[in-house]
């Protein structure tokens, strides 16, 4: 699937992402920081496999960075609702979507 029409990917799913050696597991959607004081937003937080969660490591990325989906997390009618849920909000935020390369200062910064 090409990343411009890629959708939301459910929590769980594994991925390869750009400048990542290691597949990389997604545990959050649109999850929001402060970065030099401005607040923005990324697809997805995810962490690194085997290791899985370390506050140290946490990698904020967006569909754009995903080279392939490895592995599709659980999908429910939950998260098809969630999905209508997700487009109204990268439509109608105020919030700026981050790029990849300030997660990794983010990322440094923890």
Same mark, same amino acid.
């Given at each position: 699937?090409?990343?411009?029409?890629?959708?939301?990917?459910?929590?769980?799913?594994?991925?390869?992402?750009?400048?990542?050696?290691? +597949? /990389?597991?997604?545990? @959050?959607?649109?999850?929001?920081?402060?970065?030099?004081?401005? &607040?923005?937003?990324?697809? =997805?937080?995810?962490?690194?496999?085997?290791?899985g969660?370390d506050?140290?490591t946490l990698?904020?990325?967006?569909?754009?960075?995903?080279? +392939? /989906?490895?592995?599709? @997390?659980?999908?429910?009618?939950?998260?098809?609702?969630?999905? &209508?849920e997700a487009?109204? =909000?990268?439509?109608?935020?105020r919030?700026?979507?981050?790029?990849?390369?300030?997660?990794?200062?983010?990322?440094d910064?923890?």
């Open positions: 699937m090409a990343a411009a029409s890629r959708q939301q990917l459910p929590v769980g799913s594994v991925v390869n992402i750009s400048d990542e050696a290691a +597949n /990389v597991v997604i545990i @959050g959607q649109f999850p929001v920081v402060e970065n030099d004081g401005d &607040k923005g937003y990324y697809d =997805f937080v995810g962490v690194t496999l085997p290791i969660y506050a140290k990698l904020f990325f967006n569909k754009e960075d995903i080279n +392939n /989906v490895i592995f599709l @997390g659980y999908i429910d009618a939950a998260f098809q609702s969630f999905l &209508k487009d109204s =909000f990268e439509k109608e935020t919030l700026q979507k981050l790029k990849a390369s300030q997660a990794r200062r983010e990322q910064d923890l």
